[in-house]
């Protein structure tokens, strides 16, 4: 079946550019997304990337797809203690559920 | 877009009885999902709801212990039966848009 998968920490200085990876199996996935969580809330789509595209960037927000080796990052610029979250990467097709990766715990430090 | 509310927000449960949570979208949709987030965990998928047909079960998962109702092409219901300390997760629906998955706030069960 699908599989995502991701690394589960990652700590950075404010001001610094977070760069958060993952990588999926489903060659067929049209769609990858990054949700973000925050302690207590819910999920919070950031944004997502057609698979027919290798680049999408919504202000400090940059997602690189690399289609070939199904990789997938979130780079986050001027990181704020803000953005403190776990990051999820999901993939799907439109036509069925999505599939998850383990979230990635984002610690900024001040 | 998709609106989702879902209630309750939160709840405690004793165990050995039953909670239903419920679904409510803002516009028609064919299929509806529902997830499942332990603690600490990501989102594992445990059913998907069609309207006029029985849900579609993940493995792990079965109709006695987490029925699901849709009775319409707007709503659904998730009910967690007879409850352990290990069902306290966050429970959440989900539609699928064009471009984008909608989920509602989850339900943040607890079992005592």
């Known amino acids: 079946g699908e599989d995502v998968e991701q690394s589960l920490f990652l700590s950075v200085r404010e001001g610094d550019s977070s760069v958060i990876n993952c990588t999926y199996t489903?060659?067929?996935?049209?769609?990858l997304y990054w949700y973000k969580q925050e302690p207590g809330a819910g999920l919070q789509l950031l944004t997502y990337i057609f698979s027919n595209m290798d680049m999408k960037q919504d202000q400090r927000l940059t997602v690189l797809l690399n289609k070939k080796d199904k990789h997938l990052s979130l780079r986050i610029a001027d990181t704020q203690t803000g953005d403190s979250a776990i990051y999820f990467c999901a993939e799907g097709t439109g036509r069925r559920a999505l599939t998850f990766g383990s979230g990635t715990r984002l610690q900024v430090q001040p | 877009s998709a609106v989702i509310s879902q209630k309750p927000s939160r709840d405690i449960c004793q165990r050995g009885t039953s909670l239903t949570i419920q679904c409510q979208v803002d516009s028609q949709v064919t299929m509806m999902f529902w997830y499942r987030q332990q603690p600490g965990q990501s989102l594992t998928l445990i059913a998907t709801a069609n309207q006029g047909s029985e849900a579609t079960y993940e493995s792990g998962f079965v109709i006695d212990k987490f029925p699901i109702s849709r009775p319409n092409l707007t709503f659904s219901t998730l009910t967690v039966s007879n409850m352990s300390p290990e069902d306290s997760s966050i429970y959440l629906c989900?539609?699928?848009?064009?471009?984008?998955?909608?989920f509602g706030q989850g339900t943040r069960l607890t079992v005592v």
């Open positions: 489903d060659s067929s996935s049209t769609y």
């Open positions: 989900s539609v699928d848009g064009n471009t984008e998955a909608f």
